[in-house]
């Protein structure tokens, strides 16, 4: 079992900075890939940002590439996501979630059914 909790939301006015922070427990950290999710009110959860067990590759979703940026830091089992240039369209609650599986595949990474373990979420209100 693998716990996961997140940190660091709060209300930040638009072209702000967040980061976010999302510490495991349970196994062994870097076993596992980790991304995260976000969830407007009203709309479906979305990809966000992964990076890989392995090689630590980083994968970002459209939106937010080029102003969000995930890390891992293995010792701490912690993942962060840092966000530049908010913008009241990021407003969401954010997920950070565990994969235990393999894919030769970034794009895999991207889905919900990639990931056996989810956090409580953290809220992010970016104001205009």
């Known amino acids: 079992q693998v716990q996961l909790v997140e940190s660091g939301g709060g209300l930040v006015q638009a072209g702000g900075s967040l980061r976010l922070s999302c510490a495991a427990s349970?196994?062994?950290?870097?076993?596992?890939?980790m991304g995260w999710f976000r969830q407007a009110p009203g709309k479906e959860r979305e990809f966000v940002a992964a990076?890989?067990?392995?090689?630590?590759?980083?994968i970002y979703a459209d939106s937010v590439k080029g102003r969000f940026t995930i890390s891992r830091d293995n010792a701490k089992s912690t993942v962060y996501l840092q966000m530049n240039s908010l913008k009241p369209e990021d407003t969401a609650d954010y997920f950070c979630?565990?994969?235990?599986?393999?894919?030769?595949?970034?794009?895999?990474?991207?889905?919900?059914?990639?990931?056996?373990?989810w956090g409580q979420g953290t809220q992010v209100t970016v104001s205009s």
């Open positions: 349970g196994r062994t950290f870097s076993w596992y890939s």
């Open positions: 990076i890989r067990r392995s090689e630590g590759s980083t």
């Open positions: 979630a565990a994969s235990f599986s393999y894919s030769t595949g970034n794009y895999y990474y991207t889905g919900l059914s990639a990931y056996h373990y």
